[in-house]
């Protein structure tokens, strides 16, 4: 059987600044708000804390990214999927919570 390359074009994650794009998008607009309002309000403390913030920000979600780019939605669909698939390895368990669980004995 013969081996087919699979180029790393048709099958990139898509990021934004090197990280998820929705986190980044959030991240980025909420502190861009943020900002604008306390150069409004005249608080260059409260500014300068921002932009460190918006830094520090930037760099976790790349690490994050880095490590696994598909972590946020994973974990998105994970907390959807919640309600219907329960913990219990099995649901003949005593302590199960499962609805499908009948009192066997």
């Known amino acids: 059987m013969r081996e087919t390359p699979v180029f790393r ?3 990139r994650h898509e990021l934004f600044l090197g990280q998820d794009r929705a ?5 980025v ?3 861009a708000v943020a900002v604008i309002a306390s150069v409004m309000g005249g608080n260059w403390f409260v500014v300068a804390g921002l932009a460190a913030f918006l830094v520090v920000g930037i760099r976790g979600l790349r690490a994050l990214a880095k490590a696994d780019p598909r972590w946020l939605a994973a974990y998105r669909e994970r907390k959807g999927l919640r309600s ?3 913990a219990n390895s099995t649901p003949y368990r005593k302590d199960s919570k499962c609805p499908n669980t009948r009192n066997w004995l």
């Open 9 to 11: 074009a048709l099958h």
């Open 23 to 27: 986190a980044g998008i959030f991240l």
């Open 29 to 31: 607009g909420g502190t």
């Open 84 to 86: 219907f698939y329960f």
